[in-house]
């Protein structure tokens, strides 16, 4: 017996919503399409001057007068930080906790797990697990209070969330960490009517991206060469596509797609012919053949 529910699908549209890595990458290409699509649309992001011109980007994209936008600098690697950024960027709402949030930020540091000193490990968490965490704890705590009901909160893991290879062992795990967060939120939200979704994105050709290049060894980029990646723009359509759905895993290319359906776990399918056939390659890909460095 299968049962099959339908769910309207969400309109940013007047929407406050809140982006937190907004400055640039995924972040900003994201705000960028919330505000074309006439949502008010707050950013926080650690560089000022990138976000100011994240925000003149923004203003561009504008679709009516009375949208509003905002940019504010904060590092969200603690509590007292993102809950403070978070209370800030709501004044311009009389304290009123924002309608959808996209926890964007975060940073990768790839090397081999040898070479990894004890800082590089707790920075793979910090930036790729806490930068995220700290802001979606706050704003719970926030939608909860205000008995808030329908606010939407996605996170944004990687397709390395869903599996690993060698040289992120200090990324891989905090992404991990992020799929088990939103899991559990998604059972423990249906309380009080909040929704948890989470984004596994391949590559995203973005600064961050040039960035993490500088320290990743050269055998990792060749395994890596066999991923053809997304613009920041792309992936940010196809979070914002499977974030409009509903999809409370979301994923934006078929090699994604493959690794989500056979890693599920609790989570709902998203579709469920697709999925049987992602099952099976992912089965094939996973258990017939070896894969050697």
Known sequence: ???????????????H?????????LGLALAKILVAKGAH??????????????????????????????AKSADLLNATASTAALEAVCELYD????????TCAGSSKPMFFVEM????????MDYGYWVQAWTVWAVTKMLVKQKKRGAKICMVSSMLGLMSFAGYASYAPAKHALRGLADTLQ?????????????????????????????????????????????PEQAAEGML????????????DLLTDIFRAGT????????????????????????????VL
């Open 241 to 252: 596509k499977g974030f409009v759905r509903g999809d409370n895993h979301i994923s934006a």
């Open 187 to 231: 059972s423990e939200f249906m309380l009080y009517d909040i929704e948890s979704q989470i984004f596994f994105p391949p590559t995203i050709y973005s600064p961050g991206y040039v960035t993490e290049n500088k320290t990743k060894p050269d055998v990792i980029k060749k395994i890596e060469g066999t991923d053809e990646g997304l613009t």
């Open 264 to 291: 599920r776990g609790s989570a709902p399918r998203v579709n469920f012919v697709f999925e049987a056939i992602y099952d099976f390659i992912s089965y094939v890909s996973l258990h017939g053949s070896t894969f």
């Open 41 to 70: 649309v707050s950013i926080v992001a650690r560089d000022q001057a990138k976000l100011d011109a994240a925000l003149v980007e923004m203003e561009a994209a504008r679709v009516s007068p009375s949208q509003k936008l905002q």
């Open 17 to 25: 919503c809140y982006v937190t890595g907004g400055s640039s990458g």
């Open 117 to 124: 000193t004890e800082q590089d490990m707790k920075d793979g």
């Open 1 to 15: 017996m299968f049962v099959f529910s339908f769910k309207k699908g969400w309109n940013p549209d007047g929407k």
């Open 95 to 102: 304290g009123e906790a924002p309608d959808a949030v996209f």
